[in-house]
């Protein structure tokens, strides 16, 4: 197979994905990241079976394990933290999985980045894309240091607010706010979260995820008609107030919140963007190909699922061209699922719908998103 050289756009998990799956059927990677430091912010991300499969094949899989939560199931309770349900997070038997995990997002991001630069990849930082010009079969690119480079292909994985995209596709729709922020907050893991929690029947949304062996985070979806913009020092009296008419273990986190629980606090936006995501040699993945909400854990599972696909489509012998026609058959219908079904529990989440109408879909999504990719 000839070598292509690669320019990938974002050092997140979808760019860093496309890099070591790329880089192992022996293309030239170049990956440029905006942040001169390489950095990662938040506080933890779920983790689906489907997600940790496609760790698996990217050989992080054993780290994730070894370093975060991994089990089944995510208890649905009360209120009061009184016991609902069990909902299944399924996964085919023959994928050698987990159902389900936690991890912190630097935890996450250290392993994956080590991966990237063991694979021999040329990372360069504090560089986006300032234009780009198309050829028949190549992309010239000029980066916002001035200097230029030319690709036989590029990927944009630089996020829901993506140059590339905007390069690419100028008139595509922008993000929109859906009425939901997110609260995630850091905190130690007491002996009885031994797996995924929700908390529905309240005024919002919240849940626990294991992270690792004694450390979870919480999250609270929080419904407003506007975004709020607050001020970090405030953070911590804000999500207290927002967790008043909870009782048990969430009673008392709010509580006892403060600032060294690391509370991050975001706007939840999203839209569907029309396929194809490519257009000549330049390819959309990730967040700025299909931007989701968290209601199903799937955004960073998507992204390393999208480098999957396509170092799998490469691999096969197919020109660029072909490959990613073939790329966009095989990831338009499951993302637009996640897309949409994310939304619609968001809007059921909101209108205070039964909790049997939210988790349904759930578990009706997460059945389908265990088949192959």
């Not at 880089?23 to 983790?47: C, K, N, Q």
């Not at 994985?157 to 995209?165: E, I, K, M, Q, T």
């Not at 207290?240 to 706007?267: F, K, M």
């Not at 619609?344 to 990719?373: F, M």
């Amino acid at each position: 197979m000839q070598q292509k050289k690669i320019l990938v756009v974002g050092g997140g998990v979808g760019g860093m994905s496309a890099a070591i799956a790329l880089s192992r059927l022996g293309h030239a990677i170049e990956l440029i990241d905006l942040d001169p430091h390489w950095r990662v912010y938040g506080a933890g991300i779920t983790i689906t079976g489907p997600t940790l499969r496609a760790f698996k094949a990217l050989g992080v899989l054993p780290e994730i394990e070894a370093q975060a939560y991994t089990g089944t199931g995510i208890q649905v309770c009360s209120t009061d933290g009184s016991r609902l349900a069990v909902l299944p997070t399924p996964v085919r038997p023959e994928d050698g999985i987990p159902g389900c995990g936690g991890i912190m997002r630097p935890v996450l991001h250290k392993i994956l980045s080590q991966r990237v630069l063991a694979a021999g990849v040329k990372v360069r930082l504090g560089l986006s894309v300032d234009s780009f010009e198309q050829g028949t079969a190549e992309v010239d690119v000029t980066l916002s240091d001035g200097s230029r480079g030319t690709y036989d292909l590029v990927i944009g994985a630089d996020g829901l607010f993506s140059r590339v995209r905007s390069l690419l596709f100028p008139d595509a729709p922008a993000p929109e706010y859906t009425g939901q922020s997110a609260w995630r907050a850091q905190l130690p893991r007491p002996p009885e979260i031994d797996r995924r929690h929700f908390f529905l029947g309240g005024p919002y949304k919240v849940g626990l995820t294991p992270v690792s062996k004694d450390r979870m985070y919480m999250f609270l979806l929080e419904n407003s008609p506007e975004k709020r913009r607050l001020p970090e020092a405030s953070l911590p009296q804000e999500l207290e107030r927002l967790t008043r008419s909870y009782g048990g273990i969430i009673r008392a986190i709010g509580q006892s919140l403060s600032a060294e629980n690391t509370i991050v606090h975001r706007p939840l936006e999203a839209f569907l963007l029309p396929g194809p995501w490519f257009a000549g040699r330049v390819l959309l993945i990730g967040d700025a190909a299909h931007p989701t909400t968290p209601q199903l854990a799937s955004g960073a599972g998507l992204a390393a699922e999208d480098a999957l696909v396509l170092a799998e489509e490469l691999g096969d012998g197919h020109d660029i061209d072909q490959a990613l026609k073939r790329y966009m058959s095989r990831r338009y219908a499951r993302c637009l699922l996640v897309v949409q079904n994310s939304l619609e529990i968001g809007r059921r989440e909101q209108a205070g719908r039964p909790i049997a109408e939210q988790t349904t879909l759930v578990e009706q999504s997460l059945k389908v998103l265990a088949e192959p990719i």
